[in-house]
């Protein structure tokens, strides 16, 4: 099966530099037409121009393809709302979305701005909130849609001095958790992509074996096979990096359901090696289907009488 695009429109955020650009050159390589989203800031997210979105948009169209770019900024709903016209009146249509655009204020908890913390989580959890709920509507309509939020090693795992971009970035997947269970039964899923790449964000912090092996092109496939119709995920997050590709899940483990009324908390550390333990851990697909579980072993723990 050879995967192409022919016919499909993009809008990809953040695509004037780095990974959002591989996608957006990627993705018209394989016969997307795309909107290059990017406001033309500063990493802090200042000193706005929309000149690299022109840039990657001229490239794309030199080598044969269609591209529009576009400026707008993802914090503002009318600039969420614009991109999507921008698409639907250049094109025809709107097919994927992939929200990449952001920005770093790295700083320690204790020395960090209240600014610092609701900027970086304006334009990571916000804006990716915007621009889904703009360009939602029309993929519903034609019944077909392919979302990708951007997540992070530092969401899922944590980095010294990131509270803000990891508290956004995981953000982004219970956002996509609920997501998966809105719009995919009407044919639009959702997947989280969790990159680890150099890209203006970085550059500053890697070695030139980290910048070789952490090459943006090699993040791009994965992004472009979620927004492909070959993809049947929904509520996935992928980690994509030195040519490197895994799922990631949140996942609980087994546990200890107590009978007999409320555990002491002697009760608790007396088992807690069992609360602990990973082994036989299971992922849920819902809120809904983990409350199930804890149901099931609720009846079971006081139908016995054993505490387990």
Do not use: W
Not at 30 to 50: E, P, R, S, T, Y
Not at 172 to 177: K, P, S
């Amino acid at each position: 099966m050879t995967i192409n695009f022919s016919g499909k429109v993009a809008v990809i955020t953040g695509a004037g530099n780095g990974l959002g650009r591989q996608y957006a050159l990627l993705l018209a390589s394989l016969g997307a037409k795309v909107v290059v989203n990017d406001l033309g800031a500063a990493l802090d997210g200042m000193a706005a121009n929309n000149s690299p979105a022109e840039k990657v948009a001229a490239e794309i169209r030199a080598s044969g393809g269609e591209a529009r770019a576009n400026g707008d900024n993802v914090t503002d709903p009318e600039g969420a709302a614009r991109m999507v016209r921008q698409a639907i009146d250049a094109f025809g249509r709107l097919d994927i979305l992939v929200c990449n655009a952001g920005i770093l204020r790295d700083r320690s908890l204790l020395k960090m701005s209240n600014d610092d913390f609701a900027q970086v989580m304006d334009v990571h959890m916000t804006g990716a909130y915007l621009c889904v709920k703009a360009a939602a509507p029309a993929m519903i309509e034609q019944g077909f849609g392919r979302i990708v939020l951007t997540t992070s090693p530092s969401g899922l795992f944590g980095n010294f001095g990131q509270s803000n971009y990891g508290a956004a970035k995981m953000a982004l997947v219970g956002f996509a958790n609920t997501l998966k269970l809105e719009l995919g039964r009407k044919g639009v899923l959702v997947n989280c992509i969790a990159p680890s790449a150099i890209t203006r964000m970085t550059e500053s912090i890697l070695d030139e074996e980290h910048a070789e092996a952490l090459l943006p092109e090699y993040v791009a496939p994965m992004v472009a096979y979620l927004c492909s119709d070959a993809c049947s995920c929904n509520g996935e997050i992928f980690a994509a990096g030195a040519n490197h590709f895994a799922i990631n899940r949140m996942v609980q483990g087994p546990g200890v359901t107590f009978s007999g009324g409320v555990p002491s908390i002697d009760d608790i550390a007396g088992r807690i090696s069992e609360i602990s333990t990973l082994e036989g851990a299971l992922p849920y697909q819902s809120g809904v289907d983990h409350t199930a579980r804890l149901m099931e072993e609720y009846r079971a723990a006081n139908a016995s009488g054993n505490g387990n």
